[in-house]
């Protein structure tokens, strides 16, 4: 079947009401008033080097699928570390930017990134129309197309064979156990363990150290700008900049998604100097951002995770997504899971070389998460209900097994 696909370099041109109704139950970060707060506020630009080209597929005068896309022009607030194969294009004198990526800017949450309308089936065959559309498009000068973090639903959309090549990652994920509170969830850690965590949590109660959760209406401006302060002090300090993600965005979400946002407030003495901004739904609870005013041991881990899981607890949320990489979540009760991307290089020499690395990555891949199920700190008693992941690779599939590995991670 042949589709009618077009490109669209605004989302406003789409419009609310027609994006949410094909983006229903896909999680905070595919609405639209997440993606155009990104736009509006000019997080995501040419200039920021995420110019929007998202694809609208129509069948007659009804538009059947929404795909969230964006030309690069490098790598950046990606999470799918592809700095290598640009550097490979430039030493051969080509351009690997610009690109084009299917994703949520900013955000390494697995998900949709192909939005179809209820009751309408497609295939992988809209998947090759999009990418032999993309080929001609902005004067044919994009070098590939990647489908990053996407979820087991579009798996089949994304499986045409060689054309596109799946890559994995490791991230660590929060199950909740139906644990009754904060305490049933330390009991289910190893004494030593429970003992670190308890230790930490006395501390700070010591120095005066307390925490406070806003959702909704209780978010004020004060609480969001004490946020957005912490925010860009931290990126200040490590980057040199104030972040990616300027006060218009978060203001923008305030105003259109303050009933899926959480704001952690760490304060000593009642004197605020950290803070952390998560999202949630049904789905789940996703940590984003975080900020502080001051230098205090073990304060990021209180702030952004065990607030985080008391209040997924607290609201019966199945599981807490605190953001990519660190391995340092491991013993805080975080398991590993596999996330994918997707990628399809123009010029076959490069496609083949990408392969090839592929080939070699996805054994570590899994090495690594093994090793990662093995360290994790739950006692004998409750390790037998975790979860078992699988993960697919080009030629084997591996289940992951937490006995067989004796390698740790150090």
Known sequence: MSYDIRFVENIADIGQLQWDALASNHGPFLRYAFLHALENS??????????????????????????????????????????????????????????????????????????????????????????????????????????????????????????LLTRYSVQFQWHNYDYENFDAFLSALTARKRKEIRKTQKRHQQSGITFTHATGTEISSVILDCFIACYQATYLKRSGHLGYLNKAFFYALFNSMADNMLIVTARSHERPIASALFFYDETGLYGRYWGALEDVDGLHFATCYFEGIAFAINRKLPLFNPGTQGEHKILRGFEPIYCQSAHQLFHPAFHDAVAQFLRQETPQIIDYFNQAKNVLPFNSHFAPKLKTTMVSSPSTTVEADTHNNNEKIK
Not at 131 to 146: A, N, P, Q, R
């Open 42 to 163: 000019e997080s995501c630009t040419a200039d920021t080097g995420w110019q929007p080209l998202h694809v609208v597929v129509r069948d007659g005068h009804d538009i059947i699928a929404l795909i969230p896309g964006y030309v690069k022009t490098h790598s950046y607030g990606e999470y799918v570390f592809d700095q290598g194969w640009a550097n490979a294009y430039h030493q051969h004198g080509m351009e690997y930017y610009p690109k084009w990526v299917s994703a949520v800017p900013f955000t390494p949450v697995t998900g949709s990134r192909v939005l179809v309308k209820q009751g309408v089936a497609v295939s992988s065959q809209l998947i090759q129309q999009v990418i032999d559309t993309l080929k001609g498009y902005h004067h044919e000068c994009l070098s590939s197309v990647h489908w990053l973090f996407p979820n087991d639903a579009c798996t089949p959309l994304l499986d045409n064979g060689q054309q």
